[in-house]
């Protein structure tokens, strides 16, 4: 059996899950596309550095260079959180996306209750509303500790390299 295509589900679909689910689904592509540039920045420049000032007529500046980007690049990720924001978010997508396929085919937790709608809502806001509090905890840390963080990466960063 299939779930009722009902007036109710479209209204619920259209304006809340679809905007939800593409916001989620956005949002882990665009992290996952920062937090992979920056590291194989950050793995590259690492690994070059030490080959670098091997080089006797290779400028000392170059590997110092780049050995701060480095630093930087590492600090960024670790204060923005591109890695756990892409894997977040795309977690929430498949979620909200496991939700309609399963209702609309009635199978697994759906097949045999009496309210199946009502039940995909509040399961899908279920999903909605851990990302929103996973979000907040990331993003509630003070701004001195994260300050003090992004230093100590950087000073750690910068005498690895």
């Known amino acids: 059996p299939q779930a009722p295509v009902s007036k109710r589900f479209r209204h619920y679909i259209q ?14 592509a665009f992290n996952k596309a920062r937090h992979i540039n920056l ?18 007529f290779v400028p000392t500046w170059i590997p110092a260079l780049i050995s701060g980007l480095v630093a930087a690049f590492t600090a960024i990720e670790n204060v923005m959180k591109y890695g756990d924001n892409w894997r977040i978010h795309r977690s929430s ?45 990331r993003n509630e840390e003070d701004p001195g500790e994260r300050t003090e963080r992004m230093e100590s990466d950087i000073s750690s960063a910068g005498s690895s390299g």
């Open 39 to 56: 590291q194989v920045f950050i793995a590259l420049g690492s690994v070059s550095v030490p080959i670098l000032i091997g080089i006797n």
């Open 15 to 28: 304006p809340r899950w679809y905007p939800q689910w593409k916001y989620y689904d956005q949002r882990a």
């Open 93 to 137: 997508a498949e979620g909200l996306n496991r939700e309609k396929v399963l209702y609309e085919a009635m199978s697994g937790p759906y097949k045999k209750t009496k309210a199946p709608f009502r039940m995909f809502v509040e399961r899908c806001e279920d999903i909605i509303g851990e990302e929103t509090g996973r979000y907040i905890e």
